[in-house]
């Protein structure tokens, strides 16, 4: 089964709320207990002076019987659980349990020890010293100092030197508290609870937001790519990492649906290569007897007018099956390019030189957009030649009979993913190219025209261009006109020049 990142993120992001609250929230019960101890001590403690200084003066009196009601009054409080009030050798001499009056207690016990552990008993131990902790209680013991006033008292007068008279010992109920703390332990493990949940939550929406919608786009885009389907586009709607990685994967869908197109058409310009060297040995011959014999037959002037004319039919059609069989030729036999720096603007004007007359003839004005200062370009210029007269003749062709037509020849420097690259541009303003055509163009013999057309011109262009490391595309809406755009790359090496190199290639 599939883990989504957005859940392990939320797993680990509660887990790490869980641990950083609970050390938080036990440092907190901890401070929160040790406060409650110490308010306990100082309360005990309180007490303990508040009952001592009740009966000091019943005491210093000899009124035992006041002395008796006041503890018991204040031993009926209900958190306290005990008051004993020893004398100096142990022995219990006032309390609310009657049974325990004149008992002794053990000095080696724990509320004792404190002041007993040593030869000379401690005169003034600290509040820590003389508290004590046992089953859900504390007992203080607060000693009763020898005093002037008791030392000079005619009742029962001390011995000045007697530091301690005797020791008040009180135990306070701490079940009440320790409820209170259980109860508080119990809101703040609650509050950390849906702190966490409240944290998780947040967190899931935002991650879900942030990362889980991307990620399922990604997903989705991926399996549909998988499936065969690269036109497949993410519709990137943010500026972060994620969306740098759906455009990402938008130019890898882009590029591999181009690099198979360029494998296709590859593959097939191979196989149909080979396939037309084959076919244009075979009837190349016999096409040439046949225009041969005609021809003599057409030179002779006893014939019948019918019969001639049916001979300037076979001589024009073998004539087009030749040229047919020529384009097939160059088609098949094309040979690596010889690069050389070369001006791309001289070998446009060496391309509208050529067919300028043509133009000339079809009433076609030509419009030129050349970039002074272009640089230098590796390429085979007669080969390039060839790509724009193909260009143009196409154009040409598509503007037809059409008064006032245009073909605009440009070229450009563009940067293309970081690198320059020299743009041409041919455009015109003929009858256009159906959009269910424009993936067509490229492949070998087809073409849009009736008569005249063998659908090798663009596929030899396509297979130039590619061996020069550009690319070749075109633009047409029907009515309206085509415009082709070639990119050739700048090599780093290339040198600016004036002209175009002289070594060129000769067919």
């Known amino acids: 089964m599939r883990t989504r990142i957005s859940h392990q993120l939320i797993v680990a992001v509660a887990l790490t709320a869980a641990v950083i609250f609970g050390l938080f929230s036990n440092l907190l019960i901890t401070s929160h207990q040790r406060s409650m101890v110490t308010v306990m001590e100082g309360y005990a403690d309180e007490s303990a002076e508040t009952i001592q200084r009740s009966t000091r003066f019943a005491m210093l009196q000899n009124q035992p019987d006041e002395v008796r009601q006041i503890i018991d009054a204040i031993g009926r409080q209900e958190n306290i659980l005990g008051i004993r009030i020893l004398n100096k050798d142990g022995r219990v001499i006032y309390s609310p349990d009657k049974k325990s009056i004149g008992t002794m207690v053990d000095k080696q016990a724990e509320a004792c020890y404190v002041c007993h552990a040593t030869d000379a008993p401690l005169e003034r131990p600290d509040r820590t010293s003389r508290t004590r902790f046992f089953n859900n209680a504390l007992g203080i013991i607060k000693p009763i100092y020898n005093e002037p006033s008791c030392s000079e008292a005619a009742c029962h007068a001390h011995p000045p030197d007697q530091a301690v008279l005797g020791v008040l010992d009180i135990t306070l109920d701490l079940a009440g508290t320790e409820r209170h703390m259980a109860e508080e332990r119990g809101k703040a493990l609650i509050t950390i609870g849906g702190a966490i949940l409240s944290i998780s939550f947040l967190i899931w929406l935002i991650i879900y937001q942030l990362v889980g919608k991307p990620v399922a786009k990604l997903m989705k885009a991926t399996d549909a790519v998988a499936a065969g389907d690269l036109d497949y586009r993410i519709e990137v709607k943010r500026n972060d ?178 690198k320059s690259h020299i743009e041409i541009k041919v455009a015109d303003n003929g009858c256009g190219i159906p959009s269910q055509n424009l993936q067509k163009v490229f492949e070998p013999f087809f073409t849009t025209r009736d008569t005249g057309g063998t659908g090798l011109g663009l596929a030899v262009a396509w297979g130039i261009v590619k061996e020069h490391g550009g690319t070749i595309s075109v633009d047409s809406q029907p009515r309206r006109g085509t415009t082709f755009t070639v990119h050739l790359p700048v090599s780093e090496s290339s040198r600016s020049t004036n002209g175009i190199s002289d070594e060129r290639t000769t067919d």
Not at 269 to 274: E, I, N, R, T, Y
Not at 305 to 320: F, G, H, M
Not at 350 to 359: C, P
């Open 241 to 418: 990492e994620l969306g740098k990685l759906q455009h990402s994967f938008n130019d890898m869908t882009r590029k591999i649906a181009e690099t198979e197109s360029q494998l296709y058409q590859s593959n097939k310009l191979a196989s149909v290569g080979q396939l037309a060297a084959g076919i244009a040995h075979e009837i190349n011959n016999p096409l040439t007897g046949i225009l041969t014999f005609s021809s003599l037959l057409l030179n002779q002037t006893d014939q019948d007018p019918a019969v001639r004319e049916d001979l300037q039919t076979i001589v024009r059609e073998t004539k087009r099956c030749r040229d047919i069989v020529k384009g097939l030729l160059d088609f098949s036999r094309q040979v690596p390019p010889r690069k050389t720096n070369s001006d791309i603007n001289s070998i446009v004007n060496q391309a509208l030189a050529i067919v300028d007359h043509e133009l000339d003839v079809a009433n076609i004005q030509v419009t030129r957009g050349l970039l002074e200062e272009l640089p230098t370009v590796r390429v085979d210029a007669n080969q390039m030649v060839q790509v724009l007269i193909n260009l143009l003749v196409n154009a040409s062709l598509a503007i037809g009979p059409k008064k006032g037509g245009e073909i605009f020849v440009g070229t450009d420097l563009k940067k293309i993913e970081g």
